[in-house]
Every structure is written in structure tokens, then in C-alpha cells.
């Protein structure tokens, strides 16, 4: 999913209505599938540079970095962190969560 289904984001109202129906259906997952020890979670990135937002204007890169309390943009490897997370045995009594891996640019 993405922060944006959190947040919402003005300008791409479909966009944030396809993420936020994603953490409802994690969320509804989790409830259907727990009684076979199944967790579902997910997680919501924040900004991470890929070929696709490279086209995005410099000044709005610059001001979602203003907005990154970490001072920096996310990474896959930040991602895949998370992502491993959830897939552990140490996440095993975690289900319908979403983990904002984001910098701490939505804080909820």
C-alpha cells in the first residue's frame, strides 16, 4: 500500500482511495484468516526514489523531503526490512497492521 492510503493526497484522490481500500482488505483479511494462524500485514511506504518518481519535479522531491522528519528518502532494502519483518517468527502475534516505513512523514 502507500502513506497515501493513510493520509490521502490531494491532487490523486483515486490513488489514495486504491491504497486505503488495500489496508482495508488487510485489515479484513486479518479477521477472516486468523483463526487458521494466518496473519495478514502491510506495509506503507513513504517516498523512495525509483525511475518512476525521478520524473517528478525537483521542487516537490525537495519539499517531501522537507516534510521527512529523518531528513532522508526511503530504500528498497528499507522496504524489504519491513516486509522481513512481518515474514518472521518475530512478528507471529502481529495481524491487520500497517507499518509506515516512511521517515516519519505521516505519523498517525
Do not use: H
Amino acid at each position: 500500500t502507500s502513506v497515501s492510503g493513510l493520509a490521502g493526497q490531494g491532487g490523486q484522490s483515486n490513488y489514495s482511495a486504491s491504497k486505503a481500500g488495500l489496508i482495508g482488505l488487510t485489515k479484513a483479511l486479518a479477521k477472516e484468516l486468523g483463526g487458521r494462524n494466518i496473519t495478514v500485514n502491510a506495509v506503507a511506504p513513504g517516498f523512495v526514489p525509483t525511475e518512476l518518481t525521478a520524473s517528478l519535479p525537483e521542487e516537490l522531491r525537495a519539499k517531501m523531503l522537507e516534510l521527512t522528519p529523518l531528513g532522508r528518502f526511503g530504500t528498497a532494502e528499507d522496504m524489504a526490512n519491513a516486509v522481513a519483518f512481518f515474514a518472521s517468527d518475530e512478528a507471529s502475534y502481529v495481524t491487520g497492521q500497517v507499518l509506515s516505513v516512511d521517515g516519519g512523514m505521516v505519523m498517525m
